[in-house]
């Protein structure tokens, strides 16, 4: 069981069925998500907390250094904001969904409350993306049809059975073409976090294309209450024209074939090619968030 505020407890795969419960009442924010917190705790230090019966979650900044503290609930709101607040060591709290920050109207004499543009999560109409048709999708749709006949009669596109550690090692070498691709450094991050999402295979699967048998493109994805998806990564060989496109294609078709509506792709961080490639697949909406700040915290990024 997770424990009761001020208590914290380390996430282990056995919290899943206490955080569902509570996140399946609201949107499908990511950051309150099971998979993405288990999956991302790279550092070992995730916690959970159960405040006033409201989802307490303190994790990693995901930019910078230290700790942000977040909140998923309406019990008591304001006693348990106020409690949060007090207890949390950065004056503020972060990735408030906006259900959330629109309760809070009698906290504003102490508190602003101001919108986090980079870490909304984008929602994406899927069978848009399935289709590709009109001319907002043009160059998308003519990505995935190039794609198509240069590399269709030997690619297929395949769901991948993320328990099978042969599975898991063609998405490692894909990673790790994808990285000298990019001709960064490793991010160990996300190395670390795949293996963690491994380890729940049993609630998220993946889709891939081949291409001449060899793997060249994933991405996993987690089916969601409300119609939802989210896909927790997605990497492609960007040499191939057109497989980025073509996997979404067909990750999309997928998902609307077993009754999803809607996906969500999560927040771009203020990473401006990111925001760039997430705008261009058309997001029909965005689940806002928020950050909570002491009135009298005069810190540098405000």
């Known amino acids: 069981m997770i424990p009761a505020f001020p208590r914290f407890a380390p996430i282990i795969k056995s919290h899943k069925s206490h955080v569902d419960l509570i996140t399946r009442r609201y949107d499908p ?16 230090k995730t916690e959970l907390s159960i405040l006033n019966n409201n989802l307490i979650i303190k994790l990693k900044n995901y930019t910078k250094e230290g700790v942000v503290y977040s909140i998923l609930g309406t019990e008591k709101l304001t006693e348990s904001i106020q409690t949060l607040m007090d207890h949390s060591e ?12 629109g309760r809070l109207k009698q906290l504003r004499h102490h508190f602003s409350i101001l919108e986090d543009r980079d870490q909304h999560d984008y929602i994406y109409d899927l069978e848009a993306i399935a289709e590709l048709q009109g001319k907002n999708y043009k160059k998308k749709r003519n990505l995935a049809h190039t794609f198509e006949k240069k590399y269709g009669a030997d690619s ?13 090692k063609e998405i490692f070498s894909l990673v790790d073409r994808w990285q000298q691709n990019k001709k960064g450094p490793l991010n160990e991050d996300e190395l670390i976090g795949l293996k963690n999402v491994f380890h729940l295979h049993k609630h998220v699967f993946g889709t891939g294309i081949y291409h001449n048998k060899e793997l060249v493109a994933f991405a996993i994805v987690e089916n969601l209450h409300g119609q ?3 896909i927790h990564y997605e990497k492609t060989d960007h040499n191939l024209t057109g497989v980025t496109e073509y996997l979404m294609k067909k990750t999309a078709e997928h998902l ?11 927040q771009d961080l203020g990473e401006q090619n990111l925001r760039a490639a997430k705008t261009l697949w058309r997001p029909m909406k965005f689940l806002m968030k928020y950050r909570i700040i002491r009135k009298n915290y005069h810190g540098s990024d405000l």
């Open 29 to 44: 924010y990511s950051d309150f998500n099971f998979v993405s917190l288990f999956g991302w705790n790279t550092d070992g």
């Open 90 to 101: 950065s004056l503020e709290l972060s990735l408030i969904p906006a259900v959330i920050a």
């Open 156 to 168: 297929v596109f395949s769901l991948l059975t993320l328990s099978d550690k042969y599975v898991q």
């Open 228 to 230: 939802h998806a989210m």
């Open 256 to 266: 609307t074939n077993t009754g999803y509506r809607y996906l969500n792709f999560q």
